[in-house]
């Protein structure tokens, strides 16, 4: 949602849960204090007893109360998709809404940090293995780096772009040192490199191929003057 401007005064747009609690509610409390809403979704406020007499005063405060959680209610509608609203039971006010948001997604948010916690262990461990080709390491650390965004980590290309130059064989030793003398690192893409990698693993394949029938030639050769002695 963008921003609106009001004789140039910019309104904060208003933040939309986008399935990170964590980082939904801090930028939702932020929004809520800077309308002096806060107090309202913190602590909620005491609807009288039925048939109990207020005085005006008492009155006015209440309506004044209702009003405000009204806006209050309505920013949390915009926030939070219908999909969601419809699973949650107490729309009453404005604090049932957030209260049972918190109970929902809090503990899917802790789940969340965990499972990126061990993603970020096994990324760092990871390492191409003797004997495997680029593509398929390049399938294995993509995959972790994808799961890793699904859980909310907006992991970047120089970051993973980093880690193969760290990872790979020494075979690749050579062809790494060159790319990183020749390229820069933050615009190259994960795309880029692996094709500039796999290009120097086809050249290797093909220098091992070429040595291996050299030999068996030579040794045919060696064979066949040896069987004339």
Same mark, same amino acid.
């Given at each position: 949602?963008?921003?609106?401007?009001?004789?140039? *005064?910019?309104?904060?747009?208003?933040?939309?849960?986008?399935?990170? *609690?964590?980082?939904?509610?801090?930028?939702?409390?932020?929004?809520?204090?800077?309308?002096?809403?806060?107090?309202?979704?913190?602590?909620?406020?005491?609807?009288?007893?039925?048939?109990?007499?207020?005085?005006?005063?008492?009155?006015?405060?209440?309506?004044?109360?209702?009003?405000?959680?009204?806006?209050?209610?309505? *920013?949390?509608?915009?926030?939070?998709?219908?999909?969601?609203?419809?699973?949650?039971?107490?729309?009453?006010?404005?604090?049932?809404?957030?209260?049972?948001?918190?109970?929902? *997604?809090?503990?899917?948010?802790?789940?969340?940090?965990?499972?990126?916690?061990?993603?970020?262990?096994?990324?760092?461990?990871?390492?191409?293995?003797?004997?495997?080709?680029?593509?398929?390491?390049?399938?294995?650390?993509?995959?972790?780096?994808?799961?890793?965004?699904?859980?909310?980590?907006?992991?970047?290309?120089?970051?993973?772009?980093?880690?193969?130059?760290?990872?790979?064989?020494?075979?690749?030793?050579?062809?790494?040192?060159?790319?990183?003398?020749?390229?820069?690192?933050?615009?190259?893409?994960?795309?880029?490199?692996?094709?500039?990698?796999?290009?120097?693993?086809?050249?290797?394949?093909?220098?091992?191929?070429?040595?291996?029938?050299?030999?068996?030639?030579?040794?045919?050769?060696?064979?066949?003057?040896?069987?004339?002695?």
């Amino acid at each position: 949602m963008a921003d609106k401007v009001v004789d140039n *005064y910019v309104q904060p747009a208003i933040p939309r849960f986008d399935g990170h *609690y964590d980082h939904w509610s801090m930028l939702m409390e932020n929004f809520l204090r800077s309308k002096e809403y806060w107090t309202l979704v913190a602590t909620g406020f005491v609807e009288p007893e039925t048939g109990a007499v207020l005085s005006e005063a008492q009155q006015k405060r209440l309506d004044e109360q209702r009003l405000k959680d009204l806006k209050v209610k309505n *920013y949390l509608f915009q926030a939070i998709d219908r999909t969601i609203l419809e699973t949650i039971l107490r729309k009453e006010t404005s604090k049932q809404i957030w209260d049972s948001m918190k109970k929902k *997604y809090q503990g899917t948010s802790k789940v969340n940090r965990s499972q990126l916690q061990a993603l970020y262990r096994e990324f760092e461990t990871l390492q191409m293995k003797s004997g495997e080709s680029v593509s398929d390491y390049f399938s294995r650390t993509m995959t972790i780096a994808n799961k890793m965004r699904i859980h909310g980590d907006q992991i970047q290309d120089v970051i993973i772009v980093e880690k193969f130059f760290r990872s790979m064989t020494m075979k690749f030793d050579y062809i790494v040192c060159s790319i990183e003398e020749s390229k820069d690192i933050d615009e190259l893409s994960v795309d880029e490199l692996q094709s500039l990698l796999q290009v120097h693993e086809q050249n290797l394949n093909r220098s091992t191929t070429e040595e291996q029938a050299l030999k068996v030639s030579t040794n045919g050769e060696s064979s066949a003057a040896r069987g004339f002695g």
